[in-house]
């Protein structure tokens, strides 16, 4: 497809993000002239300056808009003076402030015909959400034109709750295939981790939030403790009683936790010396983590929440699902998910990602932004 009838899209977060799902997206998107032309700047002003070198605008994580303070940067706040009084007010009006901003932007994009675009990673903030966030997201699905969802456990959900199925279009979220480098020797891992090579290994990897049940998964490595070994790693991020879980994992021998932001070798590593990833979430709307496990091969134990269960339901031998968010569940998944044959378990999680190319889910979002630019 020639680069001048290319669909050009504007995102937040933009195509450079660290985030492995954003890349991927965008990069499947350009095989279908669709082509990310730079970072999205939620502003009225912003956006009628770019109007021009702009057909679609594409929100990942919207409560990033009114979070973030992008009021900064604003006409009106110039000068470092006005910077720094401006970050004297308090959170909270500054993410009405925030707010006030992005609906002006939405409304701007109506007027000038600029098609909104919404990946629906969760119904609403998973973590620390105000009454703006459910707002802001109230406001986006009202205002946008295409919703794009990972599930349909997600579909359904959204249509409970804002209407308006016809926005949706349904996109299998895609595997990670080529992100991550070679794993080092399992033993060797295991090693560094203090960890038994001759023990079944879980891991919990990633962000390290309150939903993610983190607690759970430490009782359940406490109550398996002759039977299983549980490595916990990633970023804790604001609000996670980090001292109070490296505290409790210090006097359990089997449990690894290495509170920070993982690189991808590490990730690799850790993920690939695991048998299954655990996945004790409290909530979810759709997740990265169990495509990054089943792309390296390794099942997940999960909860028992829609889309899990969703995932799941074609390729049950890639993992097993808890009935309860008990202890005592997630060790009786556990065992069912050990008894099937490793080469099974493996070969299940690679026809899921096989599933998951993204030449093949990314079909249905191509289709329909260029059809959006045509209107």
Known sequence: ????????????????????????????????????????????????????????????????????????????????????????????????????????????????????????????????????????????????????????ACKDAFVSRYGNVNKIVYMPHGNFRGEYTAPRRRNVVLSECRLRPDLPVFCLLGALRGYKGVSLALETALAGSERIQLIVAGGPLSGFPTAEVETKCASMGNVCFIPRVLTEQEFSDLGSACDAFLLPYDQITTSGVMNAALTLGRGVICSNLPYFTESLQEFPDCGRIAIENTAEEFLVAISEYLNIPPMERGAAAGKFSDSREWSKVIVPVAESLRSLARC
């Open 1 to 152: 497809m020639n680069a001048a009838t290319d669909v050009r899209v504007v995102s937040l977060p933009g195509k450079d993000s660290p985030v492995p799902y954003i890349k991927l997206f965008y990069r499947s998107l350009e095989r279908h002239g669709v082509r990310n032309v730079g970072e999205l700047y939620p502003t009225s002003s912003w956006l009628q300056r770019e109007q021009s070198s702009v057909d679609v605008l594409h929100i990942h994580w919207p409560e990033k808009v009114w979070r973030r303070d992008y009021v900064y940067e604003s006409s009106r706040i110039k000068s470092i003076r006005g910077y720094f009084l401006f970050r004297k007010l308090t959170r909270h009006i500054r993410s009405r402030i925030g707010f006030f901003m992005y609906r002006r932007f939405l409304q701007t994009a109506r007027k000038l015909g600029k098609p909104v675009v919404w990946t629906l990673h969760e119904l609403v903030p998973h973590t620390q959400a105000s009454p703006i966030d459910y707002h802001g997201y109230a406001l986006l699905a009202e205002r946008s034109d295409v919703i794009i969802s990972h599930s349909l």
